[in-house]
Structures are given as C-alpha cells and as structure tokens.
C-alpha cells in the first residue's frame, strides 16, 4: 500500500493553517504545501481544485477535507502517532514560546 498523496492548501500567516502543519509534523507526514493567495477573490485556483475558498484544506489522495477541526479529526483517524510525535510537540511550544518573548521584548523596546 503506497502512501498516501496529501497537499494542504494554506497560508503562513493562518494559525489554522499552523495547527494543521504542526499535527502534519506530529504524524511525520510528507505533504505539498499549496501558497493561497491573502484575498479571497484571488483564490480562484484554490477553489478549481478543492471546490471551497476558504483555508486549510487538505487534500487526500483527490479528496478535500475543509477546515482545521475537520482535517485534524481526519488525520486521527487515518494515521497512528508515531512514538516521537510528544518530542515534536514540546520542540514546537518551545519555538512558540521563544517567538512570543521576542515579540514581547521587541515592543517593549518599540513603545519606549
């Protein structure tokens, strides 16, 4: 059985989009990441593809999946989590936590 063939439509600056990747990482699955466009009306690719202008979505093997709650229900059911998905977890929160303090430490020095 091959694996399957995922492609997540998305954004950077989408935290739906972020939680999606990250269970994607915990799971340690490979996936084609999709740029859409910031504006709606400029998605029209997206919307050729999946039938929906709205992100994430996660294709699976031609099949669209619409919506973080949605996807993340579809990734437990498919996939088992690997014994390192906990460490990947942590690493995370850990990243998350330093970018916060930056931010934070950065306008505290703007506002001065």
């Keep these: 059985m091959s694996a399957p063939r995922l492609e997540l439509w998305q954004t950077e600056w989408c935290p739906a989009s972020r939680r999606v990747r ?6 340690g699955l490979d996936v084609v990441l999709r ?3 910031v504006e709606p009306c ?5 919307e050729r593809q999946t039938g929906v ?3 994430p979505v996660l294709r699976v093997d031609g099949e669209a999946v ?6 993340l229900a579809a990734l437990d059911e498919r996939f088992l989590e690997p014994s390192e998905a906990g460490a990947q977890r942590e690493k995370a929160s850990k ?3 330093k970018d916060l303090e ?4 950065q306008l505290e020095a703007a506002t001065r």
């Design 42 to 46: 400029a998605r029209w690719e997206l």
């Design 66 to 71: 619409v919506g973080e709650e949605r996807i």
């Design 95 to 97: 990243a998350r936590r």
């Design 53 to 55: 202008s709205t992100i």
């Design 22 to 27: 990250q269970r994607l990482t915990e799971l």
């Design 102 to 105: 930056t931010a934070c430490r």
């Design 35 to 37: 740029q859409v466009p």
